[in-house]
């Protein structure tokens, strides 16, 4: 927002004149007035740089024909309805008074220009409405409505009848291991293909994860080295629904069954999910949501533990409050965490998920303007073959021979284009806990890549740049 005294200057200036206007102007504006003082127009600088190679003189007199329509808004508009009117072609706002005279202007500044891998869908809903009625309760830490309303509904959309949630989705894993007395000794089945937070958290609680191979045609974690890595110290699995892909529950939950071992669900990256008609979220004795800020929904940082079991509701909200009893104030009955989330992050969450559906529709459009744009280049993209899984999309993702030729033409037209995870087993830090080869681990990090899936993707740049 600029409210300095703005340089004007009137229709039939030259070129120059224009130039010199907009070089006293901290953004490279120039605006132009009518006979009647009213806003005309405005130009950029690179405007009149593409005026002045057209015109070829810089003594041209600009006249109405060479002015453009614009976006304009009226004095008193929100600061939220302005961000909304930007995009990738406005960035900038005159504002106006009630007779057309110019007041200020806004621009919108986004320091990385390229096009993200993700952003935040935060703009068209009540997340600011909400987030403002925690700010003004005063309620800003880790009690106030929205933290029971946020974990109430987001159970209610997993088909649980629990929610607890967390600072982080790292924590909690680690809350819902801790829950189920894993610790020393123990050890849990995780896929070599994950972020590393879901290995990490099994080391915090001092239990030793074991990697396991994953699917080639469906890169989640495979069953049959499941079965290969049980011990007698297997105490769970870990199976990560990752990019929004679906694990074979049917399978997990057999193996688990016939061992007497626990299933935590990694739900981060898969919000909505679902196999054989059943949320994910609701397979596991306790599964876990990450809601950081490229997931499905975000409240910024934060994370979520569901469960069907009231004995493990109340244990994990008794870890997660400093073990602090719920009946005597300032009486620890254990020693506890604080993985809290904060009544403004609750706030947000609350707002991201009323508009769940309508995201997950977006992306999947977006994954399907990906496939027609990108329909040449032998990608290959998630499978959908196996009806039970009904995955979503999370951030869209594929495999090719071509990938680091792709993710380079992103890096040099501006296109966040990235890489798949590392194979854990790759790490010096989680070497130890390989078992075996994992070739298809390797392949699939060799291949696979992500695209940017959001609002707004400029897919008229995508198909100029990527092929």
């Known amino acids: 927002m600029k409210s300095k005294s703005i340089q004007l200057i009137k229709e039939g200036s030259t070129i120059a004149d224009a130039l010199k206007s907009s070089n006293k102007e901290p953004f490279g504006i120039c605006f132009f007035q009518n006979e009647k003082g009213k806003l005309a127009a405005l130009f950029t600088d690179g405007d009149l740089r593409r005026l002045l190679i057209e015109k070829g003189n810089l003594n041209y007199k600009i006249v109405k024909s060479d002015f453009k329509d614009f976006q304009f808004v009226i004095k008193g508009t929100s600061l939220k309805k302005m961000i909304e009117l930007c995009n990738s072609k406005i960035k900038i706002l005159p504002i106006l008074d009630d007779n057309g005279f110019l007041v200020d202007y806004f621009i919108y500044q986004n320091k990385n220009s390229s096009i993200q891998i993700s952003q935040p869908d935060l703009l068209k809903g009540n997340e600011l409405k909400y987030l403002l009625d925690a700010f003004n309760s005063t309620w800003i830490s880790s009690s106030g409505k929205y933290i029971k ?54 080391l915090h609680c001092g239990a030793i994860p074991v990697l396991a191979e994953v699917e080639e045609e469906f890169w989640t974690i495979d069953p049959e080295s499941i079965k290969n890595n049980l011990t007698k110290k297997t105490k769970a699995i870990i199976p990560v629904h990752i990019y929004g892909q679906i694990c074979n529950m049917d399978a997990i939950c057999q193996i688990a069954d016939q061992h007497g071992i626990h299933i935590v669900e990694d739900c981060a990256e898969a919000h909505g999910g679902m196999y054989s008609d059943k949320k994910v979220g609701s397979y596991g004795v306790i599964s876990t949501f990450s809601f950081f800020g490229n997931k499905i929904i975000t409240t910024g940082e934060g994370g979520m533990c569901t469960t069907n079991s009231d004995f493990y509701y109340q244990k994990m909200l008794l870890l997660r409050d400093h073990g602090m009893s719920p009946k005597k104030k300032y009486w620890h009955d254990i020693v506890g965490f604080n993985f809290r989330m904060t009544n403004l992050q609750a706030a947000i969450g609350c707002a991201q998920l009323e508009k769940i559906d309508d995201i997950l529709k977006r992306n999947s459009i977006i994954e399907s303007r990906y496939k027609e744009i990108l329909k040449e280049q032998n990608i290959q993209w998630q499978s959908d073959k196996d009806p039970k899984r009904k995955r979503v999309v999370w951030i869209v993702t594929g495999m090719s021979n071509k990938r680091d030729l792709i993710i380079e033409r992103g890096v040099k037209h501006g296109i966040d284009v990235r890489r798949f995870f590392y194979p854990l087993c790759e790490m010096d830090i989680y070497n130890r806990y390989s078992k075996g080869n994992y070739l298809i681990s390797s392949k699939l990090s060799e291949y696979g890549f992500s695209l940017p899936t959001h609002n707004d993707v400029d897919f008229d740049k995508i198909s100029k740049s990527l092929i």
């Open 149 to 202: 309303q946020f974990e109430t509904s987001f159970s209610d959309f997993v088909d649980c009848k629990y929610g607890v949630s967390t600072s982080n989705g790292t924590v909690a894993i680690q809350l819902a291991l801790t829950a189920l007395n894993i610790g020393e000794g123990d050890e849990v089945i995780v896929p070599n293909i994950t972020f590393a937070a879901t290995i990490n958290a099994v």
